[in-house]
């Protein structure tokens, strides 16, 4: 007899979205937006490789320092495994919740790969929504450079720039075409001011049913 495994968290108490688009659109930038006006709980997959990179005693810090300076994707169960556990432990603190009594996930920078994205589903859970924000590489190009000034980030040079640009357009994007081909993607021009693109973000989603919480 064959076992079927079911997801870690089902849809029907909580709801994922996926914020894609490529490095430089405003991802980061538009969840502090969204987290403040729709209860998301914030999950960037970037920022949590990141930290387990510089965690006391992780056996990935090396891989995962090399795989971010040349824009090369994590194996996908290591960011899973980041990614599921603190949404676990999200859930253990009782976070906000939209009128549905549904905890809300902002999933950040993930999946980025398409078993990636079928992997995510089946085990940990189904998205509702896929949020893409659209920008063209110049506009991108200019932010990261401007932001590598400042940030100590070891992937905001021209040459690690250049390479992440690559990946994501020919490993990232079809994960945006496949989920618009379920017609779940909200698709966001993201130039422009801050302000701007998230005014644009709001009337999308809203098409798509979701609404900002009151607080
Ligand atoms: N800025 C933002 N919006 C602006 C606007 N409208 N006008 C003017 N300026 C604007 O923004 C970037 C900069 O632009 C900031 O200075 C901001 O002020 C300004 P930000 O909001 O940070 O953009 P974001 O899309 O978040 O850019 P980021 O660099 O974080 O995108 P990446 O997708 O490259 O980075 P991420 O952290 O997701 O991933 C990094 C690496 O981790 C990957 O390359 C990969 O190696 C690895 N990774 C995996 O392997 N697997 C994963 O699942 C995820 C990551
Ligand atoms: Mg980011």
Redesign the pocket.
Same mark, same amino acid.
């Given at each position: 007899m064959s076992e079927t495994k079911q997801p870690r968290f089902s849809p029907q108490d909580i709801t994922v979205v996926f914020l894609l688009?490529?490095?430089?659109?405003? /991802? $980061?930038?538009?969840?502090n937006n969204l987290v403040r006006d729709y209860a998301f709980t914030h999950l960037? &997959?970037?920022?949590l490789? @990141?930290a387990e990179q510089v965690r006391e005693g992780s056996q990935y810090g090396d891989l !995962?320092r090399s795989?971010?300076k040349?824009? /090369? !994707?994590?194996p996908?169960e290591i960011?899973v495994a980041l990614l599921s556990n603190a949404m676990a432990e999200a859930l253990a603190n009782k976070p906000k919740t939209g009128k549905d009594g549904k905890a809300r996930f902002l999933i950040? $920078?993930?999946? @980025?790969k398409l078993d990636?994205a079928v992997f995510f589903e089946q085990t940990v859970c189904p998205s509702e929504m896929t949020l893409f924000?659209n920008c063209p590489e110049e506009?991108?190009e200019k932010?990261?450079l /401007? @932001?590598g000034e400042t940030?100590g @980030?070891d992937?905001?040079n021209a040459e690690?720039i250049r390479k992440?640009f690559r990946?994501?357009v020919e490993t990232s994007m079809p994960v945006v075409t496949a989920f618009e081909e379920q017609h779940k993607v909200v698709s966001v021009e &993201?130039?422009?001011?801050?302000d701007?693109?998230y005014q644009r973000i709001k009337e999308g989603v809203a098409h798509k049913g979701l609404l900002p919480v009151d607080n």
């Open positions: 688009g490529g490095p430089g659109s405003g /991802k $980061g930038t538009q969840s960037s &997959a970037g920022d490789l @990141r !995962i795989y971010i040349e824009g /090369k !994707i994590v996908m960011t950040d $920078g993930f999946p @980025r990636q924000l506009v991108m932010r990261l /401007k @932001r940030s @980030r992937d905001d690690s992440r990946v994501f &993201a130039t422009g001011g801050v701007e693109v």
